[in-house]
């Protein structure tokens, strides 16, 4: 079935431990994003793809890195993870005007550090 | 400031009872707003927009939101709910290139 998919499904990291979250899509959609989900603050934007071979931050960009490897794959990279990065990943992918298709979305990375 | 409000953290109602979950948006220029669910252990699915036109629109599942530009407010409504539909819902506006998302609305369903 077409969509986004993300892995791992789950991960546990110890404080400083590196890690990449992947996520692909087989929509031929032209942006990508990773959010991060918090209780009671619903989804953040961390980093965005708006084409390929751009990528720029966004609400809560610090301590992640992102590579945008090709038009279907948008990783995240957590360098030395801390645990106030406990949370769940999503990644998102939208069509050359958003506005109009609306977002997918992968089912998520639920990340513990401890 | 581009900014999306959802009053209500939680929300309880009966089966068969009617719902409204409220948004209320700010932008400067004619949004285009959204509305998301999101089941225990999923993604988002995205339940109806709004671009232009027509204040009501239809989404899937048997739920509708009007546009009230006067009110900034784009609240979700359904008459009847069912047992399925308790889930977490997300308002959202599109900034550049992003979406802005509200904090949530977790439904609970009452048999």
């Known amino acids: 079935n077409a969509g986004v998919t993300q892995t791992p499904k789950f991960q546990v990291l110890k404080t400083g431990q590196s890690m990449t979250l992947q996520c692909a899509q087989d929509?031929?959609?032209?942006?990508m994003y990773w959010y991060r989900q918090d209780p009671g603050m619903g989804l953040r934007l961390i980093y965005y793809?708006?084409?390929?071979?751009?990528?720029d931050k966004g609400e809560v960009p610090n301590g992640y890195n992102v590579s945008r490897l090709n038009k279907r794959e948008f990783s995240l990279r957590l360098e030395s993870a801390a645990p106030s990065q406990t949370s769940v990943y999503f990644c998102?992918?939208?069509?050359?005007?958003?506005?109009?298709?609306?977002?997918?979305f992968g089912s998520g990375t639920r990340l513990t550090v401890v | 400031a581009q900014s999306v409000t959802q009053p209500d953290i939680h929300i309880t109602v009966s089966e068969g009872a009617s719902l409204e979950l409220r948004c209320n948006y700010s932008?400067?220029?004619?949004?285009?707003l959204f509305w998301y669910v999101q089941s225990p252990g999923q993604g988002l699915q995205l339940l109806l927009k709004?671009?232009?036109?027509?204040?009501l629109v239809q989404g899937i599942k048997g739920f509708e939101a009007e546009f009230k530009r006067s009110q900034s407010s784009f609240n979700l409504r359904k008459p009847s709910v069912h047992w399925s539909d308790a889930a977490e819902y997300f308002c959202?506006?599109?900034?550049?290139?992003?979406?802005?998302f509200g904090t949530g609305t977790r439904l609970k369903v009452l048999a």
């Open positions: 998102a992918s939208s069509g050359i005007t958003q506005a109009s298709y609306g977002y997918t």
């Open positions: 929509m031929n959609h032209n942006s």
């Open positions: 793809s708006a084409s390929e071979g751009t990528t």
């Open positions: 932008y400067g220029a004619t949004p285009y």
């Open positions: 709004y671009f232009s036109g027509d204040t």
């Open positions: 959202a506006v599109v900034g550049t290139y992003k979406y802005i």
